[in-house]
């Protein structure tokens, strides 16, 4: 940074300006959650309370992001983009010049991947990766254990199960799938540097650092916020339909690449019911869960999502899914939560062939015993 810069930045600081510009940019992504939601009560309390989530995350990572060394895998719960309620999500800090191993234990998850990323979620390139391994990847022996090295260079040894990563990498991705929460026990996944240096030149925090912390935490917020609104606004022209997500969209993600991802948008009135009928293809796993407004998932352990472990009364492979806002009475009840609208997310994991769109039935709800039986 040249020497002006940095006097400009010692100066907001000083001034409080530097503050000032931070609060500017929430207030603008406030502004953001106004105009893009109904006048609703509890859609917008939703909504500033998921830019309070965003604020805080944001914050915590860049005033006091978690040490390269000794790496650590930490697991927490992300309220972005329909967070699959199955999932386990952890994240490392790493340097992609380093070299890592990761060593396992497979326990009782159903599913694990992890993968090498650069970038984020919000910015203008979003969050691109590098390397990605899934349980099937790898060579697990006869006790559930396995090892992977993680570098941009493939290691030297032959045979070994490597995640490769780029000069750009600064996190690795756990994804864990446990299809009966409290029952399973998840993988177990430590990390250790193996070589490199990630020293950090320590200091005094100035002008220019804070501006970084202020101006970055603003930036992911902002753009958290826009990129998951295209989600939605795309969804919402087609209300009460689930359909592939466009590539377009979902390429600033970097889901499973085995995934398919099907979305949709639910518009009920309390005395309706939207009925979901979805034609089970063979495939490794499969859920279907509800999200508001913001693309939060909405409490998993009231009735929000169904899986393939959890699904029931199954007719040729086919189950009928309800969505209402009391009890119907039938097996596969997602319940809204008070939501009269909100985001649909359905995933096919693994499946042969791509798989079309499930079909969609709006009735009241005085009707829905009799389609049920029908």
């Not at 864990?176 to 320590?202: M, S, Y």
Request: charged share 20%.
């Amino acid at each position: 940074m040249s020497d002006d810069s940095a006097k400009n930045a010692a100066g907001k600081a000083i001034s409080g300006e530097a503050w000032a510009e931070f609060c500017d940019m929430l207030k603008s992504a406030g502004q953001l959650i106004v105009d893009n939601s109904e006048a609703s009560e509890l859609e917008r309390a939703e909504g500033f309370r998921y830019l309070a989530r965003l604020t805080a995350n944001a914050l915590r990572q860049g005033s006091e992001p978690p040490p390269l060394t000794p790496p650590k895998i930490e697991y927490g719960k992300t309220r972005i983009g329909a967070d699959n309620p199955d999932f386990m999500y952890g994240n490392c800090r790493v340097r992609g010049s380093a070299h890592y191993r990761i060593t396992g234990q497979v326990n009782d998850a159903f599913n694990f991947n992890i993968g090498a990323f650069h970038g984020r979620l919000g910015s203008a390139e979003g969050l691109q990766g590098s390397g990605f391994l899934t349980r099937s990847d790898l060579s697990i022996n006869a006790a559930g254990r396995f090892v992977i090295f993680a570098s941009a260079q493939a290691p030297g040894e032959q045979g070994v199960d490597w995640l490769e990563m780029d000069p750009r990498t600064n996190s690795l991705i756990v994804r864990q799938t446990i299809l009966r929460p409290g029952q399973d026990q998840p993988a177990e996944l430590q990390i250790e540097l193996v070589d490199g240096d990630l020293q950090d030149v320590g200091g005094a925090l100035d002008g220019t650092g804070l501006e970084k912390i202020l101006v970055g935490s603003g930036f992911m917020v902002h753009g958290i916020v826009q990129q998951f609104l295209r989600w939605t606004n795309d969804f919402i022209e087609r209300p009460n339909t689930i359909s592939e997500i466009k590539p377009e969209l979902l390429g600033m993600a970097k889901g499973d690449p085995r995934c398919q991802y099907n979305y949709g948008y639910f518009q009920i009135e309390p005395e309706q019911a939207l009925i979901v009928e979805l034609k089970i293809p063979e495939c490794e796993y499969w859920n279907i869960q509800l999200a508001n407004h913001w693309m939060e998932s909405l409490d998993s352990s009231q009735n929000a999502s169904i899986n393939c472990a959890s699904v029931k009364d199954l007719q040729d492979n086919t189950a009928r899914i309800v969505i209402a806002h009391q009890d119907p009475g039938c097996s596969n009840w997602l319940d809204t939560q008070q939501h009269c609208r909100g985001v649909i997310a359905l995933r096919w994991l693994g499946a042969a062939s791509k798989q079309a769109d499930p079909e969609l039935k709006l009735v009241s709800f005085q009707q829905l015993a009799a389609e049920l039986q029908a």
